[in-house]
């Protein structure tokens, strides 16, 4: 018998430590979801022999799996906090064939789970019930590049990393950054806007996408495929599919647009005696960095050394009460370099920095980034992940984790608090050694109710899925949830796409 993280260096045999925690967590299966949060299933129909025919009609057989172990790595999302039950995977390799898919099941009354690199947190990515899920890996192609306004055209199941590569060939950089980017798709990233580690300086997939070529749940493809900076003719319809979760269609096909390739980039790692401190450090890097800043991230001690410790990384500062990671995107080395270490050596003065380096060289910059990268993925390993995503305003931003600590005192291992602090989002990690109800609800709803005090969002990137629906008026005005409610019965008046996700 293997302790986990025995299983976790037996079965690690690639570099991506996302797909080593993939790798192992598929070895242990979480409770199914509707036993565990208790839902029940809506009125669909369920899958028959008859309806895989027709699937085969149109994907051959080789595009879909029925085997139960071929199907159960579909069913589990990354944390393990939520499992499905479905029995089917469908993996189309076109528009075309999404669009018959769909067609069929809004006809058959057929629930379907869109899903892309499955990497999402709040559960939207895999069933509840026997949703059919319908994974879009197979729609990799990149369709075209404009060298000169950067705009790249290319379906949803390219990989964010793979896109990322193709860019910088071409001296150009993908708008968003995040730890999952080796496994996560693009459809993914537009479907749950994600924001990830530049936001800050690149903003976010609103700004960044120019258009989207998405297919309702009647079959009917919508062609907003435009690759314009400007185009105000009417609704800005892509927007409804950016950051919808997969509930108004399937995103097909994506144009964004890629930022030029920055010639200089500058990465300080620091270490920091208080959260004001960080405060203040953020506040001078906006006036002394101004247009070169591309990423301002904050982790707590728990955060960093449970991620060393835990996936035998090495920290290259002493250990700290708060650490911070200030990336600059330039054009010119020297000048940045200078401008930041100038920026290191005034807040040392001013004790705001306690430690800390400034490097350019991209090996040390990869393993400084590898840690933030990770703190997630650490937190899986041999234990149980509670994990929130909030926005709050960032003078309010750390309150929550010791308010949080003081409630569940030694129920927990950890609670860790890291993220972008320059877009004010907090991820919260609570580190158990297994699901506990106790825990649980002594957790939820309070750690919402806190944020909602405060006037801040219950999710600030990671989506509402199929976690959080309940906890929606904690966000959204009632008014607001009600138009929410209607654009669903316009776009999918049976239901099929995503339930039990997002909408209360
Ligand atoms: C280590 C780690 C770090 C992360 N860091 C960040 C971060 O910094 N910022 C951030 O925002 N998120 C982060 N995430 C969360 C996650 O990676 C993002 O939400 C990502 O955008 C999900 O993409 P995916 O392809 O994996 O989508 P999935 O997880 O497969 O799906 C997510 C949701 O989108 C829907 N969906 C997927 N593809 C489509 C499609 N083509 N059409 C319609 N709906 C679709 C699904 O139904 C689901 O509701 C992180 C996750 C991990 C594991």
């Excluded at 002493?318 to 290191?344: C, M, N, W």
């Excluded at 050596?345 to 393993?367: C, F, H, R």
């Amino acid at each position: 018998m293997y302790t986990p993280v025995q299983l976790f260096s037996k079965y690690c045999i690639t570099n991506n430590i996302l797909e080593q925690i993939r790798c192992v967590s598929q070895l242990f299966f979480p409770q199914f979801s509707s036993d565990k949060y208790k839902v029940k299933r809506h009125d669909f129909s369920t899958v028959r022999t008859t309806d895989i025919d027709y699937f085969k009609s149109i994907l051959g057989k080789d595009r879909i799996l029925t085997d139960d172990q071929d199907v159960a790595p579909y069913n589990i999302d990354w944390i393990k906090n939520c499992r499905g039950n479905s029995q089917l995977v469908l993996k189309p390799s076109c528009t075309e064939e999404v669009s018959k898919i769909l067609s069929y099941c809004n006809e058959k009354r057929l629930a379907v789970c869109p899903q892309g690199g499955n990497t999402g947190v709040v559960g939207g990515s895999v069933p509840v019930f026997d949703e059919i899920i319908l994974n879009l890996s197979l729609m990799d192609k990149i369709t075209s590049f404009d060298d000169l306004s950067g705009a790249l055209v290319c379906e949803a199941g390219c990989i964010l990393e793979n896109l990322d590569k193709f860019a910088r060939e071409h001296n150009m950089i993908m708008p968003l950054d995040l730890g999952a980017k080796g496994t996560c798709h693009i459809g993914g990233n537009v479907s749950t806007n994600a924001g990830g580690l530049r936001l800050l300086r690149y903003g976010n997939l609103h700004g960044s996408v120019l258009g989207i070529e998405a297919v309702k749940a009647d079959g009917s493809v919508i062609n907003c495929l435009k690759s314009l900076r400007k185009d105000n003719t009417g609704y800005h319809l892509k927007h409804l599919f950016i950051g919808s979760e997969g509930t108004l269609g399937v995103v097909t096909k994506v144009a964004i647009h890629c930022p030029v390739m920055p010639k200089a980039v500058t990465l300080g790692y620091f270490g920091v005696e208080n959260f004001e401190n960080i405060l203040y450090l953020y506040s001078n890097a906006k006036s002394s960095l101004g247009e070169i800043l591309s990423a301002f991230e904050m982790a707590d001690c728990n955060s960093i050394s449970h991620t060393v410790n835990n996936l035998k990384l090495q920290n290259p500062l002493a250990e700290y009460p708060f650490y911070v990671i200030l990336e600059t995107h330039g054009s010119d080395e020297i000048h940045d370099q200078e401008k930041l270490t100038r920026y290191l050596s005034t807040q040392m003065k001013n004790g705001l920095i306690v430690d800390g380096i400034v490097t350019a060289e991209p090996s040390k910059m990869q393993s400084i980034w590898t840690i933030r990268e990770n703190i997630a993925a650490a937190g899986l390993v041999g234990t149980y992940l509670y994990a929130y995503d909030v926005s709050l305003p960032q003078k309010h931003y750390y309150e929550i984790i010791p308010k949080l600590r003081e409630r569940l005192n030694s129920k927990v291992k950890m609670v860790c608090g890291f993220g972008h602090i320059g877009d004010g989002n907090i991820h919260i990690n609570i580190i158990v050694p297994e699901f506990s109800e106790e825990v649980y609800s002594l957790i939820e709803p309070f750690i919402f109710e806190e944020v909602s005090k405060l006037n801040g969002s219950i999710s600030a990137e990671h989506g509402v899925g199929f976690r959080k629906p309940q906890y929606l008026h904690y966000s959204k005005d009632p008014s607001a949830l009600q138009l929410m409610r209607d654009i669903k019965q316009l776009m999918d008046p049976n239901g099929i796409l995503n339930p039990y996700k997002v909408l209360p």
